[in-house]
């Protein structure tokens, strides 16, 4: 996505005292990966070290002056993210807000955009040790303690840790396709990509049985036949599990049941044959599965907010 002047997005990566520094690094390691599209830069409250949780410091080379003319502010988590911001930069949160900013938090960052009263309003998550807090200090949020991400078009917030990939991930998709962001997720040896709505804390199960079922090979399998008719007896099958014993074991694994994550695999083959190739609509959906043109328009728009062809106009290579 190119800024509204027309130069490589802008994104400010925000850094707050005690920062957590794989969050920080999250936004520089997969938006760097598309040469120019984007310009990443860390900011403090003013040039200089931030303090980290690892006792050692890192460089802000912008200050809030970069917040407010971002197209895109990131704030990463920091500690003591319950005891507030200062005045300065929840006004820098704000302005640049106003001025049409995508405004994203990973993990307790999600504490910053609520105190500036962005979220207000809005569904928002953060890391679940942090959820009530979160709900507690400021009602006015609707805080989902279960996902991994939630988009409120204009505020994007995620959860703990890993869940900040697959945020900058989701918006690598926004911007450039699903073809782009998969690229970088192969290059950076993560998830292609992760609903959402996918729970961000999984109560394994830690029986014998649930430890036999391999799904992970299950999921390859399936991957390379999304043209078929899968059922979760075929995938069961595949796994040598009952049914049951397999829906039970997939969901404490993925945090999907098989079904959903069936078709939101489907929906993104939707999107890579709709980016790389000019086969028409009935010839997609028979290739990922969905069967008729109808009935991918309808899990199209319903995952994607839009229609196949317009998706097409916007992101085809």
């Known amino acids: 996505m190119a800024s509204r002047s027309g130069h490589p997005h802008r994104v400010a990566v925000l850094a707050l005292g005690r920062a957590l520094p794989m969050e920080i690094g999250m936004p520089f390691q997969i938006f760097e990966h598309l040469d120019g599209a984007y310009d990443v830069v860390l900011c403090g409250r003013t040039p200089g070290p931030v303090s980290t949780t690892a006792?050692?410091?890192?460089?802000?080379?912008?200050?809030?002056?970069?917040?407010?003319?971002?197209?895109?502010?990131?704030?990463?988590?920091?500690?003591?993210?319950?005891?507030?911001?200062?005045?300065?930069?929840?006004?820098?949160?704000?302005?640049?807000?106003?001025?049409?900013?995508?405004?994203?938090?990973i993990c307790t960052g999600a504490f910053a955009l609520a105190a500036a009263g962005l979220?207000?309003?809005?569904?928002?998550?953060?890391?679940?040790?942090?959820?009530?807090a979160?709900?507690?200090?400021?009602?006015?949020?609707?805080v989902d303690p279960d996902v991994l991400y939630v988009d409120e078009g204009d505020v994007i917030t995620s959860a703990g840790v890993a869940s900040g990939i697959d945020v900058c991930l989701y918006l690598l998709r926004v911007d450039h396709g699903s073809t782009a962001a998969n690229a970088v997720a192969?290059?950076?040896?993560?998830?292609?990509?992760r609903d959402g709505g996918q729970a961000q804390y999984i109560d394994r199960p830690t029986t014998a049985e649930s430890r036999s079922v391999g799904l992970a090979a299950t999921r390859?399998?399936?991957?390379?036949?999304?043209?078929?008719?899968?059922t979760v007896g075929d995938l069961a099958a595949h796994a040598h599990a009952s049914p049951r014993t397999f829906a039970r074991s997939f969901v404490a694994?993925?945090?999907a049941t098989p079904l959903r994550w069936l078709n939101?695999?489907?929906?993104?083959?939707?999107?890579?044959?709709?980016?790389?190739?000019?086969?028409?609509i009935d010839r997609v959906a028979d290739a990922?599965?969905?069967?008729?043109?109808?009935?991918?328009?309808?899990?199209?728009?319903?995952?994607?907010?839009?229609?196949?062809s317009d998706y097409r106009r916007t992101f085809a290579r």
């Open 186 to 193: 192969r290059d950076i040896v993560a998830a292609p990509h």
């Open 55 to 105: 006792g050692w410091s890192v460089n802000a080379t912008h200050g809030l002056d970069a917040v407010v003319a971002a197209d895109t502010v990131i704030v990463p988590a920091f500690r003591n993210a319950e005891a507030g911001i200062p005045d300065d930069v929840a006004e820098a949160l704000r302005e640049a807000h106003r001025r049409g900013a995508r405004m994203v938090s």
């Open 220 to 230: 390859a399998w399936a991957l390379e036949r999304l043209e078929r008719p899968l």
């Open 264 to 280: 939101a695999a489907r929906i993104d083959r939707a999107r890579e044959l709709l980016e790389t190739t000019d086969l028409g």
């Open 288 to 308: 990922c599965g969905l069967g008729t043109a109808a009935n991918l328009r309808t899990h199209f728009r319903r995952a994607m907010g839009v229609s196949p």
């Open 253 to 255: 694994e993925t945090g």
């Open 119 to 132: 979220l207000d309003g809005h569904r928002a998550t953060t890391h679940w040790r942090y959820t009530d």
């Open 134 to 142: 979160l709900a507690c200090l400021y009602p006015r949020v609707t």
